[in-house]
């Protein structure tokens, strides 16, 4: 009989979802109680995904003959989720204010392991590029573009490259372009790291070598004329922000490869879809550290001349981002 026949799917229906709907009552009601902080990062997920689940029950529900009480629970439960999913986010301000002092430092922790390969992967690259040009100085022009060397090369006079560490403010119109394309040319390489990251992540990988092989090029240039230690003196304190900005990138770009090759039991779109949107936000964290990379590269140059107090900041800057992302960690 029809009628029977709706029932049986309707009793069926019911106690197949109804420990769900009841798991995401319970927790509606300690967020009632006690507020959103009484869950954990795991109960929020759930309480997201069970939302979910009570939203598809009532898409169906016009198909089964449920009663009406039980519409109206579903109904209801669905609007207190509603109201606790979606209304109580966070104001702009203090969101971004928790982005970046818990959830970023998180999120580098997540994925140490990207990091750590696109750290080997730069490094690697400064190595061999000083290696190879220390060797032979032709080499320098096969590893540093044009608009990197800056006219700077092996035919260069020592005078003119120690010229370019220490520049006096009205001889600065050259370094300040200079100082500009380097920012571009590493906040671009970052930028194609995320974007060559679903090529499986091998492009990330050359594409930070490659960027290592210049930076390690131009330091055996200086290193030839005795200036290797003002070389990175120069480099390192705004370098330190700037590298480990693209380093960011670069691990995001790692994480997306990662996704496409070892996708799991999730599948490639699901592992996209959860690991890749938290590696995302690895560049939202970034973005910032470039600017702030910019500002001393605009105005500590131009202020500070000296090797040593150089040495001292870039030391002071790196512990000061250790610093950073370990209490991070720590609050999260």
Known sequence: MPGAHFELRSTQFRRERE???????ELLDRVARSGLDSLTHDEL???ALLYRS??????????ISLDRNLSQYLTSLAQRAHLVVYTSRQQPLPAVAEFFARRFPRLLHTFRLSLAVALVSLVLGVVVGHRLTAQDSDRYHDFVSAAMAQDRSPASTTASLRSVLHAAPERRTALDVFASFLFTHNA????????????A????VLLLFSNGLQLGAMSALYASRGLGWEFWAWILPHGVTELLAALLCGAAGLVFGACVLFPGPLGRLDALRTRGRSASLLVLGAVPMFFIAALFESFFRSLVHD???RWTVALL?????????KTGWRRA
């Open 19 to 25: 420990p769900s709907w009841r798991e995401l009552e």
């Open 45 to 47: 997920t759930q309480m």
């Open 54 to 63: 009570v939203v598809g029950s009532l898409s169906v529900a016009g198909t």
């Open 188 to 199: 671009r390489v970052g930028l194609l790291c995320l974007a060559l990251g679903f090529a």
């Open 201 to 204: 992540g091998v492009p990330v």
């Open 307 to 309: 090797p040593g107090v």
């Open 317 to 325: 800057v790196a512990a000061g981002w250790v610093f950073y992302f």
